[in-house]
């Protein structure tokens, strides 16, 4: 799909997005090349050599990305990785230096944390802020590279990307923006001004919590060969069947991030004024903080809605309860899931915290679960 992806709507851009032209006899989606090695006769001038530098089965999966973060625009360069932790080190480590400042949010991801440590190894300076308010707009001073978590993760603060990344830019530095939560569907960072759209396929973008994956999403060829370098440097590339199965399940996207966003919605709105839940957030949500600029610039508010009980003990026996979501840590499946995210340490969020990751169930099962397993955890009066 070349230009005309511009015009399609998305579920037609999902379900067709990097498919090769039509050869007779072959799949719609060719299988996944297995290949160490292609055959090579003479001068290397082709583009399969080395099964650690391209594969066929990566070049059908970043064009189908490329073609969802940025529809229309041939000049997107995607480059897919082993794991949205390998996209997120191959953008800060190949793109900095020592006496590089780099900001990042403290608010996102954990492993954001020992990214923060690894830099700091190698002289790069961080500085941070969290998400809400724009607050990084206070540390671009001098800075070589912006770091933009939004929706963050767990917090579900959002923030203005066109306006960070044009004061950004004013401050000489290169803005990217962690797509996990909204996908690509959700929001397109480099349509509102980010050099790199960066994400783990882990989540929303395949579904299916089977596949680990991530991506790296950019418009400028010269960025964009950095970070294939570097991964060919660091070899953290995925495997061919993760990539086709990553390249499989875009074609149910746009389904997924409507369902599970309806019911996000859904379970968000009759959590509402429970006696038990406080602090109730989800983008979608008409009064919470960040629906204002939500609106602006999401065209989907993601999978997410988090809360906290009023205890540790209390969001246990809440997670124990529950039928129809799983307690398991990441988010973004068709499954619902749900933990305490306090459990593992890091996250600035209070004991009773939950994030609950909301699949495709039918929404009168799922709140109905939600609310049964809400007041079985109740203490006793
Ligand atoms: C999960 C996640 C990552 C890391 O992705 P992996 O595929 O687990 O390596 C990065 N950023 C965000 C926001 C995430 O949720």
């Known amino acids: ?126 500085r941070t802020a969290p998400t809400g308010g724009d607050a990084q707009l206070g540390e671009l001073d001098g800075a070589r590279l912006l770091w933009i978590e939004t929706p963050s993760n767990p917090g579900l603060d959002v923030c203005d990307i066109r306006r960070l990344a044009d004061a950004a830019h004013a401050a000489g530095a290169l803005v990217a923006v962690d797509n996990t939560l909204a996908t690509p569907l959700g929001q397109r960072p480099l349509e509102l001004g980010a050099d790199f759209s960066v994400a783990s396929g882990t989540k929303g973008l395949t579904g299916h919590g089977d596949v680990l994956l991530g991506y790296v999403a950019c418009r400028d060829a010269r960025l964009a060969a950095r970070v294939r370098r570097w991964r060919k440097v660091v070899g953290a590339i995925p495997g061919p069947m993760e990539a086709w199965l990553a390249h499989r399940s875009l074609a149910t996207l746009q389904l997924r991030a409507d369902k599970q966003g309806a019911n996000a919605l859904a379970l ?101 679960d939600v609310l049964r397993a809400l007041d079985e955890a109740a203490p006793p009066a």
């Open 1 to 126: 799909m070349g230009s005309e992806n511009r015009t399609v709507g998305d579920g037609t851009r999902a379900v067709r997005a990097g498919l090769p032209e039509p050869v007779a006899y072959e799949p719609t989606l060719p299988g996944p090349v297995f290949a160490a090695h292609y055959h090579l006769p003479g001068e290397p001038t082709g583009p399969y050599t080395y099964g650690r530098d391209e594969n066929p089965t990566w070049t059908h999966l970043e064009r189908a990305i490329g073609e969802l973060e940025a529809p229309g625009d041939d000049g997107v360069e995607t480059v897919v990785f082993a794991s949205g932790m390998a996209a997120v080190s191959a953008v800060l480590l190949s793109q900095t230096r020592a006496g590089d400042t780099v900001v990042l949010p403290d608010d996102g991801y954990q492993a954001l944390a020992l990214v923060r440590e690894q830099l700091a190894a190698y002289d790069v300076l961080v």
């Open 268 to 368: 968000a709105e009759a959590l509402r004024g429970h006696p038990a839940v406080g602090g109730l957030r989800h983008p979608g949500l008409p009064d919470d903080p960040s629906h204002p600029v939500a609106s602006r610039q999401m065209r989907r508010f993601g999978c997410v809605v988090s809360f906290t009980l009023p205890d540790r003990a209390y969001a246990e026996r809440f997670l124990e309860g529950l039928r129809l979501a799983d307690d398991a840590t990441s988010f973004g499946g068709v499954r619902s899931t749900a933990e305490r995210r306090g459990r593992w340490g890091g996250d600035a969020v209070p004991e009773g915290f939950v994030r609950f990751s909301v699949g495709a169930e039918d929404p009168e099962d799922l709140v109905a």
